[in-house]
């Protein structure tokens, strides 16, 4: 993941919408670029207010919002009450494996499934913008604890 071309990237969805361009706005790209795994507005909100960040709770959810218009992350409900984000800029498109038990997200790639995706697609004359595949269980720990 290059930090520069997401820059980029933001910055070019910002002007074709004719958004206004902050530092508070590149001070979040920043963090959520610097984040692992899965977040909420409210985790990254805390996060930066703890490092000594100055952005409102509205400018986080706000510009989360942007950040996914433009592809650069991420939604997700798995199964709670909020929503969930992810770095979705030069990552590989995968799928999630959620327990509901401990709450543990798994990450899995596979090609199968994109290949039926393209078919399903194709048959029906349908262009995707995007696809999420969240298989809801228990983990093998879990399973190991009952």
Same mark, same amino acid.
Request: proline share 1%.
């Given at each position: 993941? /290059? ?58 959810? /706000? ?17 709670? /009450?909020?929503? %969930? ?32 995706? %393209? ?21 093998? %720990? ?5």
């Amino acid at each position: 993941m /290059n930090l520069q071309l997401a820059k980029e990237r933001f910055t070019q969805y910002l002007k074709s919408g004719n958004y206004r361009i902050t530092p508070e706005r590149f001070v979040i790209l920043d963090s959520v670029m610097q984040t692992d795994g899965h977040f909420d507005a409210d985790e990254l909100f805390s996060q930066m207010k703890t490092g000594g960040q100055k952005v409102s709770r509205a400018t986080v959810y /706000n510009t989360l919002d942007l950040l996914q218009d433009c592809g650069l992350i991420s939604k997700y409900r798995f199964g709670e /009450n909020h929503s %969930r984000y992810e770095k979705a800029f030069g990552r590989p498109h995968h799928h999630h494996l959620i327990c509901l038990e401990c709450g543990d997200i798994i990450e899995f790639v596979s090609e199968k499934i994109e290949k039926v995706e %393209r078919e399903v697609c194709t048959s029906n004359s349908f262009k995707a913008q995007t696809t999420t595949l969240q298989i809801f269980g228990t983990c093998a %720990r879990c399973q190991k604890d009952e």
